[in-house]
Structure formats: structure tokens, C-alpha cells
């Protein structure tokens, strides 16, 4: 990635409002600023638009909606803003957690209105670290659903979508401020737009095997579970301009990946009353904890893996993913009549597996805590038939990057923010801080999502 510094920028095209991504940042602040009346223009560089948002759940945390209203549903900004600073630890800038939970409620919202996209509350269990329910999702709980209703409200606002289209060099002046961008064709071609206003929505720097090795080595062989183009091209310009980054070992991380079928397993068949056990049959953490915090400890297993136990309770409330329906469909989730049953289909000692069993049953019965500090509860209790999945950690995202503003302008070395340079989703900071352990499920929309319907309007002012 390229940085080229010149006092005037002579262009083939310019825009009021460039955006440099078209997944749900990107494409929600293409939105966000078409609303307002300012011609805007997405560049994607793959030639279908998907991002690590059609690898996702796809599901929106957000605060205060007239669908959680709708269920009964008591929340708002402040109370979600205090379980994101109780998830992180309060590591991260307070100022822009609580502007992403204040907007959280709007952004949905707006592309429930504008997009038609048909969010409803994810009912049943409540995801780790959220105070009450609040993940929004399209019916089948798939990112790619969500892209698949982004998509088309581009193209009904006619907001030119240019792919296979690669950003490789940002032409900027001596003071900061961007002039435009240079585009490479698949034929070689080049072509340079300027804009008053350009926004990173262009991912964070999973797929760069160098960038996670400096910055999350716990991470580093992971499986990764992300969009293969984020690079960190955001970064690399970030570093180029002067910006401050933030938070760069901060991801996203996941320990319940059905392997080798490589299909998420939705953690609420651990936060329900499931457990993970490794080769020898036995537990090794805290399984209501949190799903990203936990890849680092199934992947510290023996071969990196886990057996994920629940029961059919559980199962039912999972089957409303569509990822999980996939997983039994391929024989990834296995029934088993009892411990022996469940030992003998994933080569564990039976003695041992039974052992770990019967003491999560006895917990459960009473009400009781771990030495891992969990609680068990006799409305979780599990019982045979069992189900169960043999699971891996990954890396989903990362979740440092350019450090920002509230109103999502990219901030210097100084903390002034750059005149017109605009940051959302992986490329900037998220609020999960330095931490996977600070990831509270849902971080990575609610950058992407928040931060685009930010982007967007303060861009649109911008321009």
C-alpha cells in the first residue's frame, strides 16, 4: 500500500464521499451519507462484495430498539455502555464506547428502514456480558443474509458500487488531508479518484501472518476465520499518514469452530450448560467466559482441539442459526446415548470422561461453583442423549486499527483528528480494548454497523 504525498491531485473521477470497502461498514456508510444528499462512491476489491460480515452471525448488538421495545425489552444507551466497559475492563476510550451503544439503536434502525433489513431480537439465552437481549439478526442468523440485504439498498439508492476494484495508493497533502485514491483494474488498469471525504471500511489485518505474529502471537496458529483480504491496508496507510493506532492486539476470537468442517458452533451451546472437554476427557476452563477469549485456551489443547458436550435442550436453541443446522446436516454434531457413547466416537478415556460428567451433574444439581469459577445451574442441567462437536479456535477479526474519534474522524499521532479520513469496522479501533478477553459478543458489528452510520453522516457533513 502506497502513500503519495502531492499538493494537487490530478484525477479521471472525484466524489464527494469515497468509500474504500463494501461490507456492512461500507456499506452502511454509503448509506448513511447518500441520505444526506452527497454523492458517494464504494470501491470493493473482491468482485463479489462480502467481507468477514457474510463469514459472521451477522448479529447487531444494539440498545433501546423498537424491537426489543416491541418484546418488552427494558435497555438503552448508558446500560449497554456499562457492560461494554465491564466486559473490557475499562480499557478502551470511553467516549467512543458510549457513543457506539448510544447510536447502536439508530443504526439498526436506519437499515431496518432504508435497507429493509428484517432484524428481529435473538431470543432463548442471553450472550455473554450482555445484561439482556439485545443481538438483532436477519431470520437465519447469517452475515451473508445481512449482506444479502445491504447489497440491494445500494442499488435502489443507484450509490455506484465499483468492484474488483483495489485501492492501492491514498494521495494526500502535507497537512493531512486527503485528495484521492489510485485503483487498480484486474487488467492493470489504473484509475485515480479524488473525493472530499474518504472512509476505510477495509477490514483489519487477520489475513497478514506477519501483522499477527507481532501483534496477537497467541493467535498466530489459528485457524483463521475471516475475510482472506484484509490485509491491513488500513494500518499500513494509518502508519504512513502519522495516524495513532490503538489496540492492536485486541481480535476477536473463537473457541467453539466445528473441525475440520470448519462451520461455527454458536457459543450458546456452552453458555446454556455445555462444556468442552480436551483428549483426556477432562474440562480446562471456564466455558461461560466468553467464546473469544476462549480460543486461545482450546487452542493451548493437546492438537488444538476440544469435544464441545450439551444436550438436546440445548440443541434447539441452537438450531435457529443456520451455521449449526449446517454443522448436523454434515455429520458434524454427533448424538451419544452416554459418556462411553461419546468416548468411544472421539477417542477419549471413557474412565475420565465419565468422571468430568458426573461432576458437572453433581454441580448443576446443587447450584454449584467450579474451581474455574463457574456456576452451574439446575435449570441447565444436561441430559442424555447427548450431542457433541469436535471444535478448534480461530481468529474471526481483529479488533485494533486506526484510533478514532467519536464522530469516526482518524486521529494523528497528536490526537488531532486528519482533516477528511474517516474510519469504520476492522479498520478502526474497536471497544473491546487491548484484550480478546475484552471482545463482548457482537463487538465487530457494532463497529462495523455504529461506526459506517458515524462515518457516514459526519463524511456527508464533511463533504
Not at 383 to 402: E, I, K, W
Request: glycine letters at 12%; aromatic letters at 6%; charged letters at 20%.
Amino acid at each position: 500500500m502506497n502513500l503519495l504525498r502531492v499538493g494537487e491531485f490530478d484525477a479521471d473521477a472525484e466524489t464527494d464521499v469515497l468509500v474504500v470497502g463494501a461490507g456492512a461498514a461500507g456499506l452502511t456508510a454509503a448509506l448513511s451519507a447518500h441520505a444526506m444528499g452527497v454523492e458517494t462512491l464504494l470501491l470493493e476489491r473482491d468482485d463479489t462484495p462480502t467481507g468477514s460480515t457474510s463469514l459472521s452471525s451477522g448479529l447487531v448488538p444494539a440498545a433501546g430498539t423498537r424491537f426489543q421495545h416491541a418484546l418488552g425489552i427494558d435497555d438503552d444507551g448508558e446500560t449497554f455502555f456499562a457492560d461494554i466497559i465491564a466486559k473490557n475492563g475499562d480499557q478502551t476510550d470511553a467516549a467512543r464506547a458510549r457513543r457506539l451503544a448510544e447510536v447502536s439503536a439508530e443504526a439498526v434502525e436506519f437499515l431496518a428502514d432504508a435497507a429493509d433489513v428484517p432484524f428481529s431480537v435473538v431470543e432463548g439465552f442471553t450472550y455473554p456480558g450482555h445484561s439482556v437481549l439485545r443481538m438483532h439478526g436477519t431470520p437465519q442468523r447469517t452475515g451473508a443474509e445481512l449482506m444479502g440485504h445491504l447489497l440491494p439498498a445500494t442499488e435502489r439508492a443507484a450509490i455506484p458500487l465499483v468492484t474488483s476494484a483495489c485501492v492501492v495508493t491514498l494521495a494526500a497533502n502535507g497537512a493531512g488531508r486527503i485528495l484521492g485514491v489510485e485503483v487498480e483494474r484486474p487488467d492493470g488498469g489504473r484509475e485515480r479518484i479524488a473525493c472530499q471525504a474518504l472512509i476505510l471500511a477495509c477490514g483489519g489485518f487477520g489475513a497478514n501472518a506477519g501483522r499477527v505474529r507481532a501483534h496477537i502471537p497467541s493467535m498466530t496458529e489459528a485457524l483463521y476465520f475471516g475475510h482472506p483480504g484484509h490485509r491491513g491496508d488500513a494500518v499500513a496507510w494509518g502508519e504512513a499518514l502519522g495516524a495513532r493506532l490503538a489496540d492492536l492486539a485486541g481480535h476477536q476470537g473463537h473457541g467453539s469452530v466445528a473441525h475440520p468442517h470448519g462451520i461455527l458452533i454458536t457459543w450458546a451451546a456452552m453458555s446454556e450448560g455445555g462444556i468442552q472437554v480436551n483428549h483426556d476427557g477432562i474440562r480446562f476452563a471456564d466455558e461461560s467466559h466468553g467464546y473469544s477469549e476462549h480460543a486461545a485456551a482450546v487452542l493451548a489443547q493437546p492438537g488444538g482441539e476440544a469435544i464441545a458436550i450439551f444436550d438436546a435442550r440445548i440443541a434447539g436453541i441452537a438450531r435457529q442459526f443456520e451455521d449449526f443446522r449446517n454443522a448436523e446436516a454434515l455429520g458434524a454434531v454427533r448424538v451419544a446415548a452416554d459418556a462411553a457413547a461419546i468416548a468411544s466416537l472421539f477417542a477419549l478415556p471413557e474412565a475420565a470422561l465419565s468422571e468430568t460428567l458426573a461432576e458437572v451433574d453433581a454441580l448443576a444439581v446443587r447450584g454449584g461453583r467450579d474451581a474455574f469459577g463457574r456456576t452451574f445451574s439446575p435449570r441447565q442441567r444436561l441430559t442424555p442423549p447427548y450431542l457433541a462437536v469436535r471444535v478448534t479456535g480461530a481468529l474471526f477479526h481483529t479488533q485494533g486499527g486506526l484510533d478514532t474519534d467519536p464522530d469516526a474522524r482518524v486521529l494523528g499521532a497528536d490526537l488531532r483528528p486528519l482533516p477528511n479520513l474517516f474510519a469504520a469496522g476492522g479498520a478502526a479501533r474497536g471497544v473491546s480494548g487491548p484484550h480478546a478477553d475484552g471482545y463482548l459478543s457482537g463487538n465487530g458489528l457494532l463497529s462495523a454497523v455504529g461506526l459506517g452510520r458515524i462515518a457516514g453522516l459526519a463524511a456527508g457533513k464533511r463533504a
